[in-house]
Each structure stands twice: as structure tokens, then as C-alpha cells.
């Protein structure tokens, strides 16, 4: 246990780091020049609104195959990403207490709450399913966050449960079942994506970005939002005349697998293009 005088003296410390580790705190290996910067990023913000944060060491797993991805966080932001650049699976959890300023002390206490496991297990065809799940046993959860960030060789099917956060999936090959509150989502992949695929948000964008040799039967609807679409690739099929500012009822490429899209106070962005993944930081149109 960390008495109170050291913990002061360390919320002082972590709020100069991280003004001072953008300029020369070098990546760790599964992360990328992007992924830093927005570690960098989050841990200004949050040392400047008086939150505790600490970053557990990334686990490494040996993984063969495309790897599925089974994740249920309590609260707050998920990653899931294929980098061929990498031989192994890594897991890295921030764990974030929003207590504020004045309870800074408790809020770093708490931070040990929350606890986390991944663990590997087998799937038909001789891949495997990585398993996340996060929990905490603190009376006041609310203020408790877990941001979570998978890297794997090749990404296959994706189920993913938060709240309080936003989503971010890239590079799959497989099946999507996203469901989150408060948060924008992205699906990006260059592969062609023929399986179900599930997003439902509130409060938040969704950015769905494929390949043309995908296939679907689209139903995407906002409420005080639009569905914007653009396919440069393969073959549109409107399903009906009603389609609105808010709704769109498609087909792509004749295909029949489900692709469910639902959100509220924010836009639904639809693109069928050559290069999903080539966006920066913002996407302001499809």
C-alpha cells in the first residue's frame, strides 16, 4: 500500500509525464507510432481532469491461425486489430478510476478493484478463441473504466460487449457482434466480409468500411442521425422505396448474411471501397 504524501506526489508526477512522454517515450513492441500517440493522448486528459490511470503490462499469447475474439468489459473502450507485423497475440488493459481531483486518493486505491483475465481456448478447426473479460467488485463502478487493446497476427470472427466507450475493429476476416453504449465504432477490413454482421451503439457514429467483394443484406437505421452510403465496388440493390435520411435497406452483391446496423444521435457511414483501412483519426464522410 502507497501512503497518501507518495500518492500525492505521484498524481503530480504522472501529470508531468504525461506531458513529457509524447516527446520521448518510445513504443512498446505490439504497438504502433498510432497507438502510442493515443496512449500519450489519453493519459494527458485523464491526468489533467484528476484521474488515476496505470497501463498493466501487455500479456503475449502464442496463437495459430486466424484468431477469434470473445471480449465482455464492464466499461469503457475497445481495440481489436490484425497486424501482420506481429508473431503473437498481445493484451494490454488501462485501467482508469474518474473520481476527480478531490477523491484522487481513493480513486488510486481503487484502481487494484478492477481486475481482468485473457485466456486462449479451442475452437472447430483447430484455431482458437481469445476470451477477455473484466470485472470489478467496487461499490462504485460508475467511475471505474477498463480500456482494452488486442493485437493478434490474423483477426477472425469478433463478439465484443462495453458500455461507456468506443470500438474499434480492424482487419477481420470473420463474423461481427458489437454491442456498446455512448461510443462510436468502426469496422474496417480489406478482407471481404460474407458473415453476419451486428453493431449496435448509442450516442455514437458507425463506420463500416469493406472491400467490394463483400456481400450483405444491409438494414441500418439512426435516430437523430443520417445513413450516408458510397460503393465504388460491386452491385447495390435497394430493397425499398422508403429509404429515408435515417434508414437504408440494401443488398450488396445479392448477399443474404445479415449486416445490422443501429445507433442513436449519430451517423451511420457505409463504404464500399478499394482501401477500408486508408482513414485518418476522423471520418467525416463515407
Same mark, same amino acid.
Request: hydrophobic residues 35%.
Given at each position: 500500500?502507497?501512503?497518501?504524501?507518495?500518492?500525492?506526489?505521484?498524481?503530480?508526477?504522472?501529470?508531468?509525464?504525461?506531458?513529457?512522454?509524447?516527446?520521448?517515450?518510445?513504443?512498446?513492441?505490439?504497438?504502433?507510432?498510432?497507438?502510442?500517440?493515443?496512449?500519450?493522448?489519453?493519459?494527458?486528459?485523464?491526468?489533467?481532469?484528476?484521474?488515476?490511470?496505470?497501463?498493466?503490462?501487455?500479456?503475449?499469447?502464442?496463437?495459430?491461425?486466424?484468431?477469434?475474439?470473445?471480449?465482455?468489459?464492464?466499461?469503457?473502450?475497445?481495440?481489436?486489430?490484425?497486424?501482420?507485423?506481429?508473431?503473437?497475440?498481445?493484451?494490454?488493459?488501462?485501467?482508469?478510476?474518474?473520481?476527480?481531483?478531490?477523491?484522487?486518493?481513493?480513486?488510486?486505491?481503487?484502481?487494484?478493484?478492477?481486475?481482468?483475465?485473457?485466456?486462449?481456448?479451442?475452437?472447430?478447426?483447430?484455431?482458437?478463441?481469445?476470451?477477455?473479460?473484466?470485472?470489478?467488485?467496487?461499490?462504485?463502478?460508475?467511475?471505474?473504466?477498463?480500456?482494452?487493446?488486442?493485437?493478434?497476427?490474423?483477426?477472425? /470472427? =469478433?463478439? #465484443?460487449? &462495453?458500455?461507456? @466507450? %468506443? $470500438?474499434?475493429?480492424?482487419?477481420?476476416?470473420? /463474423? =461481427?457482434? #458489437?454491442? &456498446?453504449?455512448? @461510443? %462510436? $465504432?468502426?469496422?474496417?477490413?480489406?478482407?471481404?466480409?460474407?458473415?453476419?454482421? &451486428?453493431?449496435?451503439?448509442?450516442?455514437?457514429?458507425?463506420?463500416?468500411?469493406?472491400?467490394?467483394?463483400?456481400?450483405?443484406?444491409?438494414?441500418?437505421?439512426?435516430?437523430?442521425?443520417?445513413?450516408?452510403?458510397?460503393?465504388?465496388?460491386?452491385?447495390?440493390?435497394?430493397?425499398?422505396?422508403?429509404?429515408?435520411?435515417?434508414?437504408?435497406?440494401?443488398?450488396?452483391?445479392?448477399?443474404?448474411?445479415?449486416?445490422?446496423?443501429?445507433?442513436?444521435?449519430?451517423?451511420?457511414?457505409?463504404?464500399?471501397?478499394?482501401?477500408?483501412?486508408?482513414?485518418?483519426?476522423?471520418?467525416?464522410?463515407?
Amino acid at each position: 500500500m502507497i501512503d497518501r504524501p507518495t500518492a500525492m506526489r505521484a498524481a503530480a508526477a504522472i501529470a508531468l509525464a504525461a506531458v513529457l512522454v509524447p516527446l520521448g517515450e518510445g513504443c512498446r513492441s505490439h504497438r504502433t507510432v498510432e497507438d502510442q500517440v493515443l496512449h500519450n493522448d489519453r493519459n494527458f486528459r485523464d491526468a489533467m481532469m484528476g484521474r488515476t490511470f496505470h497501463t498493466d503490462d501487455a500479456v503475449e499469447l502464442k496463437t495459430n491461425g486466424p484468431l477469434a475474439v470473445d471480449i465482455d468489459n464492464f466499461s469503457g473502450s475497445v481495440v481489436v486489430r490484425a497486424d501482420r507485423d506481429v508473431t503473437s497475440t498481445f493484451v494490454e488493459v488501462r485501467r482508469v478510476s474518474k473520481h476527480g481531483i478531490g477523491r484522487w486518493y481513493e480513486g488510486y486505491e481503487a484502481l487494484d478493484d478492477a481486475q481482468w483475465t485473457a485466456t486462449l481456448e479451442p475452437r472447430a478447426g483447430g484455431n482458437q478463441t481469445l476470451v477477455v473479460r473484466t470485472d470489478t467488485p467496487n461499490p462504485e463502478k460508475h467511475f471505474h473504466q477498463m480500456q482494452v487493446l488486442v493485437i493478434t497476427p490474423a483477426l477472425d /470472427a =469478433v463478439k #465484443i460487449r &462495453t458500455q461507456k @466507450g %468506443d $470500438v474499434t475493429v480492424i482487419e477481420n476476416q470473420g /463474423a =461481427v457482434d #458489437i454491442e &456498446t453504449t455512448r @461510443g %462510436d $465504432v468502426r469496422m474496417m477490413t480489406p478482407w471481404p466480409i460474407t458473415g453476419p454482421v &451486428t453493431i449496435v451503439t448509442s450516442d455514437g457514429t458507425i463506420d463500416y468500411r469493406v472491400r467490394g467483394e463483400s456481400k450483405g443484406a444491409f438494414d441500418c437505421e439512426t435516430v437523430g442521425g443520417e445513413v450516408r452510403h458510397r460503393c465504388e465496388f460491386g452491385k447495390w440493390a435497394y430493397m425499398n422505396d422508403g429509404n429515408d435520411h435515417d434508414r437504408f435497406l440494401a443488398t450488396l452483391n445479392d448477399g443474404t448474411n445479415p449486416i445490422v446496423l443501429r445507433t442513436t444521435e449519430g451517423n451511420i457511414r457505409v463504404a464500399v471501397v478499394p482501401d477500408p483501412t486508408a482513414v485518418g483519426i476522423v471520418i467525416r464522410d463515407p
